[in-house]
């Protein structure tokens, strides 16, 4: 047998879509509004309705007693049913509508009425108000049941007061009246509900085409979401408005652009200074995977544009990959060059061999002798003038490289440089990377050279590098120091544009700067000045001291 299948209940309750509870709360507001606004306009209604009959009673009254023969009849003949008194107040009965008008004397006996046999009783009501001079307006119940009522004094020529007139208006009529409004008043007020029901339809499609058609528990659910996606990855994310301000910056964009909350409602140039950062996440720079520098990071930065107007730019890090493409380069480079050697060397132990095999000793030894010397006059000569270790490395390693790349590398005469170094690292990457670029700039053209130039002044060291290829022009002096700037094709690891850039940073960060002239002879001469870039010379006894104690220690 089939499992029974469950039991569906009706679930009663707030629709879950942003579009339906928008759409019912409008709609119970509108509803609302409008019995609320029917509701405060019927009460004064009503009572509109008996002023406006009072009002109606008291004129008629009033124009009743402005009838200088009424009192004159009042005064001169006996109360009948057919008075003068009586089809006066008739006549002005059937005339005006009114459900009665009673003319009365001082004592309050009838002289006039509705229905005849009233005529000569007494009133059913206090006229004393009425006799006393004052005009009266109220809603009171009489022999012919409840109505509007108007009273004033009657008056002779002399202006003595010798009765009052009544004057009912049916009450009923009134009533009539105002049931006869609702309908009319009901009918606004469908209309004025169907238009603001229209209205909250609208508004109600248009929210549910923004919020596309989600539920406020999937709204906050995608917040939260949003929230720990956009802190818990590992690429920087800033988002601008259509104004160009910061609104949002994950955890890692505060982290590589050095930035906090406080850059959130601030430009790009006014949170991080002007600079290549700036214009990319501003949209002055545009383009994929856009390089720029931010401090000692190498930045990969991409903007996409929302449909609000604004945009978000996402953030990432290629430090590491970059030094690890520039090693990967030199590794190259070093390969190359070992590689020519392992040929060159091969080829000399072949001649080595062969003038062994002719038994010529001397012209072996003396081939043996020269090669030696060769390698060796090379590394003494920049061992003599560069004392810092990493340095002189670096230069003997970049020698043997420019040589198989057909480019002399060369230390100048004026070359001077102690082992006093405060970062020889950061060094390194200056020198490095502009001998890099001037090998680059030569290689392929005749009679191919470099020159490096390190000398002091004072703490301060200043670094030339000369080449003889084709310079750079004046109008790109600055530009070739800007990130992602560059006139050579990419390598396979990544962007180029990086290196002057680092070079120019790296040297301003010290107080110092990059720049580039013209070499005399042709080519192009990159100076770098590094300030506070050695220790004290005093220092180096100091420094020398210990380990000379330590010599004399081990000798005894």
């Known amino acids: 047998m089939s499992p029974t299948p469950p039991v569906r209940r009706l679930r009663l309750g707030m629709p879950r879509r942003v579009f339906s ?15 609320l606004a029917t509701g405060l306009f019927l ?3 009503s009572d509109q309705l008996d002023d406006q009959a009072m009002r109606r009673a008291l004129a008629i009254a009033q124009t009743t007693a402005a009838v200088p023969q009424i009192a004159e009849d009042l005064q001169h003949t006996p109360p009948s049913v057919d008075g003068p008194v009586q089809q006066a107040a008739e006549r002005i009965r059937k005339a005006s509508g009114a459900e009665y008008v009673v003319v009365m004397d001082v004592r309050g006996t009838r002289w006039s009425h509705t229905e005849p046999q009233e005529v000569g009783g007494h009133v059913s009501t206090d006229p004393s108000d009425a006799l006393a001079g004052r005009d009266v307006m109220e809603i009171d ?3 012919l049941g409840r109505s509007a009522r108007g009273k004033v004094p009657l008056r002779d020529g002399g202006d003595r007061i010798v009765g009052a007139v009544s004057v009912g208006i049916e009450y009923d009529s009134v009533r009539a009246r105002l049931i006869h409004a609702i309908p009319g008043l009901f009918a606004y007020a469908g209309g ?18 923004q919020t596309r058609d989600l539920a406020f528990s999937d709204i906050s659910a995608l917040l939260s979401e949003r929230e720990a996606m956009l802190h818990g990855i590992r690429e920087g994310v800033v988002a601008l408005d259509r104004a160009g301000l910061v609104r949002l910056l994950n955890d890692e964009a505060q982290r590589l652009l050095g930035i906090g909350d406080e850059a959130v409602g601030r430009s790009p140039d006014e949170a991080l200074g002007e600079g290549r950062t700036s214009d990319v996440l501003a949209g002055r720079v545009t383009g994929t995977d856009l390089v720029t520098v931010r401090g000692q990071r190498v930045l990969v930065v991409n903007r996409m544009p929302t449909d609000d107007g604004g945009a978000v730019a996402t953030l990432r890090d290629r430090t590491e990959l970059e030094q690890l493409g520039r090693e990967l380069d030199s590794t190259h480079g070093l390969i190359d060059a070992l590689r020519a050697q392992d040929h060159e060397h091969a080829n000399r132990m072949h001649t080595l061999l062969g003038l062994l095999e002719l038994e010529m000793y001397d012209d072996a030894v003396e081939f043996v002798g020269e090669v030696v010397g060769d390698h060796r006059a090379t590394a003494e000569q920049v061992t003599e003038k560069i004392g810092d270790p990493l340095l002189a490395a670096l230069l003997v390693g970049k020698a043997t490289v420019a040589a198989e790349r057909g480019v002399a590398l060369g230390i100048s005469e004026g070359t001077r440089l102690p082992d006093r170094l405060v970062d020889p690292r950061g060094l390194v990457t200056v020198v490095g990377n502009l001998v890099d670029n001037a090998l680059d700039a030569v290689a392929g053209t005749p ?6 130039e390190l000398r002091t002044e004072g703490r301060s060291a200043v670094l030339r590098v000369r080449d003889t290829g084709p310079g750079v022009p004046a109008e790109q002096r600055e530009l070739i120091f800007t990130e992602g700037w560059s006139t050579k094709k990419p390598p396979a690891h990544g962007k180029r544009g990086i290196g002057l850039s680092l070079v120019r940073r790296l040297a301003e960060r010290q107080g110092g700067g990059a720049s580039v002239s013209d070499a005399d002879g042709g080519g192009a001469e990159f100076t770098v000045v590094l300030p506070e870039a050695l220790t004290e ?8 001291a210990p ?6 220690k081990e000798t005894r």
């Open 547 to 552: 380990a000379q104690s330590t010599a004399e």
């Open 192 to 209: 004025a509900l169907a238009v603001g029901a229209l209205a909250a339809w609208l508004i109600s499609r248009r929210v549910q085409r």
């Open 141 to 143: 119940n009489g022999t």
């Open 43 to 45: 009460a004064p209604l």
């Open 537 to 544: 010379a005093e220092l180096e006894p100091a420094l020398a």
């Open 21 to 35: 509870q928008i759409l019912l709360m409008q709609l119970a507001i509108a509803a609302g509004v409008v019995v």
């Open 447 to 452: 009679h191919a050279r470099v020159e490096v």
